[in-house]
């Protein structure tokens, strides 16, 4: 019988035993499940080098299986014990200033050091020996949120062993790094260094070979645990948890191709409405990365804050029933379940104050209240677990372009291929578009619609497949940045957007970044020029605005759809169609405003045959449909303080109540609508 994962990451070498009797106790009323033990308990499982305790560790295995609560079992190699930073001092990490880190936090390990990766292989053999078989075992959890960047020697030797296997030579690395510019030619491996602390502008291309260096040399670290780990208990599934941001070297979408799972930890930074955009683009993201899992389309919801939202100067409580809204959310979305950071809050450490399932406040408080119901509607869900999301939008989110973005000396400081991601999945969000965010560009067919939002590496391979897709009937956008570059950074001459020129039917000769502050007028008229269509069927002269860039476009084959209006670039293309095939590629030069881009991006969602989930909603209600066959699940969520009629048929889960056309959510509500077998509509290319 399918089930709702439900739990969180769980700290019992924190507490003494009075606490963990009454924590399988308060596990089992809220309906917990899946906790994951160990992530974070090296120095307690290996005192010393070689000596294992796990006396305790066996109480809590067997305390939690008796109970029916199942683990993930985590390796604990994301913070080594303090002995082994003082016998191995050549494995703590090093920054780019040259500065060796001390231990005293977590992540304090070099990736590339023998020792590191030895002592890493060493316990995640002798946990695999020992739980082999536990009845409790139902999942291992690798590490924790791989992201730890070393620019020691060690990492340097490596980082030269991965160029060698990735350019065979020195003239082939030379002209992939264009090291002919400021006197960088290297004629020797051993002159090869990381991207140190330099006296200006490091070399961009040599940076972004450093991240992907890292992102591959962390995966080695991952694979040679998880191997271990799947000869030990074959059957039983392998993953480590993704950790979001920019600051994060690594390749995701890489990495989706190793785990049996995809698993992510997010948590939102805007209190606002926004936090509940961020979610949804972190679930479509999860999902577009596990179509290449070994596990399949699923994904898991690893770690979330059940009670609060952090930013940089605050943390901001949930208000009552959002926990609940959000964790369904992200089981809309495909997760195949909830899991947080973290069961129970500590009473010291550097995180004291984290959220918590079981707050300091103890289990008489709101929000232990609210997860004893949570667990209570994730029961009466459970059989939507079966369910896939079948979207036919996707938004390319790749991560070595984003890299590519953070290099100084770009035209903007503001340039963020990430922002720009999040911006074109928000649009399709407010139309009630769902869609897949992809790391690859392969796999393009099960699309009808692709954005491409500012994606500036591109190789000629990628845009072969992008024309190939489109004369085949698909419909592409394609904003600024986009092919600018190749797969090495290197600028493609002739005109932006380099590799997609042609199949946009356009070329850029120059781009105009625009200042905080400053905006540009956009008219759907085409002004001086060839009479062209107003987007999303509205007069012509209908004016959006645009920020951040803009750029001088000459029309190579395309039409424009709308101009710019004032400024220098007055009356010249802004947006542009261009027909390829049976299909069309626009070209959007600027970011354009909220509201316009989620017309824009809603019109042509429309005329790919993928329109929203639920028809016209109101603004803030958001529809999501799990798939299994005949069989289909509607989660429908109120981000809004009313409430509001929709149009609904079949069986709410939730409540049990039978819905027939129309269903009242109340402000903040959530209901999942088991439909019947007509109610979920088909879709087609």
Not at 39 to 51: C, D, M, N, Q, T
Not at 287 to 312: C, D, Q, V
Not at 340 to 346: G, I, N
């Amino acid at each position: 019988m399918p089930r709702l994962l439900y739990g969180g990451d769980y700290n019992p070498e924190q507490w003494p035993e009075e606490v963990l009797a009454q924590d399988v106790e308060l596990m089992r009323r809220a309906r917990v499940n899946l906790a994951t033990v160990g992530v974070f308990a090296w120095s307690r499982l290996e005192p010393a080098p070689g000596e294992y305790e796990f006396g305790w560790l066996d109480d809590v295995l067997d305390r939690l299986a008796g109970n029916g609560i199942s683990v993930a079992l985590a390796t604990p190699t994301a913070q080594p014990p303090p002995w082994f930073g003082l016998a191995h001092p050549e494995a703590l990490p090093v920054t780019a200033e040259g500065v060796r880190l001390s231990h005293g936090s977590r992540d304090t390990y070099c990736g590339s050091a023998p020792a590191y990766r030895a002592a890493a292989l060493r316990i995640a053999t002798a946990l695999a020996g020992r739980y082999r078989g536990h009845p409790a075992l139902a999942m291992w959890h690798v590490h924790n949120e791989y992201s730890s960047t070393c620019h020691c020697d060690l990492a340097a030797e490596a980082f030269r062993g991965w160029l060698r296997a990735r350019y065979g030579g020195l003239d082939a690395l030379n002209d992939a790094w264009t090291t002919a510019f400021w006197s960088q030619g290297y004629g020797d491996w051993a002159q090869i260094q990381p991207p140190r602390a330099t006296r200006y502008l490091p070399n961009p291309a040599q940076v972004l070979d450093f991240r992907r260096f890292t992102s591959d040399e962390l995966l080695a670290a991952y694979t040679a645990q998880r191997d271990v780990l799947r000869a030990a208990t074959p059957g039983v599934p392998v993953t480590t948890n993704f950790v979001l941001g920019g600051w994060v070297p690594v390749d995701h979408a890489r990495w989706a191709r190793e785990v049996d799972l995809v698993a992510i930890d997010h948590y939102p930074g805007d209190p606002g409405a926004g936090a509940e955009q961020e979610a949804a683009f972190a679930a479509d993201l999860a999902r577009g990365w596990a179509r290449h899992s070994a596990g399949g389309p699923g994904w898991l919801l690893m770690e979330t804050a059940p009670n609060l939202i952090y930013t940089a100067d605050r943390m901001h409580t949930k208000e009552p029933g959002r926990m609940a809204r959000q964790s369904l959310a992200a089981i809309a979305r495909g997760s195949q379940g909830a899991l947080f950071f973290q069961w129970r809050a500590p009473r010291g450490g550097a995180e004291l104050f984290h959220s918590a399932l079981v707050p300091h406040a103890g289990p008489d408080s709101r929000v232990f209240r609210e997860a004893v119901a949570l667990g209570g509607q994730l029961d009466r869900i459970a059989e939507c677990a079966a369910g896939a999301v079948r979207a036919r939008v996707a938004v390319a989110y790749d991560e070595p372009s984003a890299w590519a973005l953070q290099a100084p000396g770009l035209p903007s400081s503001r340039l963020d291929h990430l922002g720009e991601a999040r911006h074109a999945h928000g649009a399709l969000w407010r139309r009630g578009v769902v869609a897949d965010v992809i790391g690859t560009l392969g796999g393009l067919d099960a699309y009808a619609m692709i954005v491409l939002p500012g994606h500036y590496l591109m190789s000629d391979d990628q845009a072969g497949a992008l024309r190939s897709w489109v004369a085949a009937g698909g419909r592409l956008v394609a904003t600024f940045l986009s092919g600018v570059a190749d797969e090495c950074g290197r600028v493609r001459t002739g005109g932006y957007p380099g590799a997609l020129r042609d199949l946009l039917g356009v070329r850029v000769e120059e781009f105009h970044p625009l200042a905080p502050d400053d905006r540009v007028a956009l008219h759907t008229d085409a002004g001086g020029g060839p009479r062209c269509p107003a987007v999303d069927g509205e007069p012509r002269r209908s004016v959006m605005g645009g920020e951040l860039w803009s750029e001088t476009v000459h029309l190579a084959g395309a039409e424009a759809v709308a101009r710019y209006a004032g400024g220098v670039l007055d009356g010249r293309p802004a947006i542009t169609r261009h027909a390829v095939g049976d299909g069309v590629a626009w070209y959007v030069s600027t970011r354009l405003d909220a509201d316009g881009y989620a017309r824009l991006l809603g019109a042509v969602a429309a005329s790919a045959g993928a329109g929203p989930e639920c028809g016209d909603l109101p603004c803030g209600v958001e529809a999501v449909r799990r798939h299994d066959g005949a069989r289909s699940w509607l989660f429908l969520l109120n981000h809004t303080g009313a409430a509001h009629d929709v149009p609904a048929a079949g069986v709410d889960l939730l409540s049990g109540a039978a819905v027939a056309g129309t269903l009242r959510l109340t402000a903040g509500g959530a209901a999942v609508v088991q439909e019947l077998p007509t109610a979920a509509p088909g879709f087609s290319r």
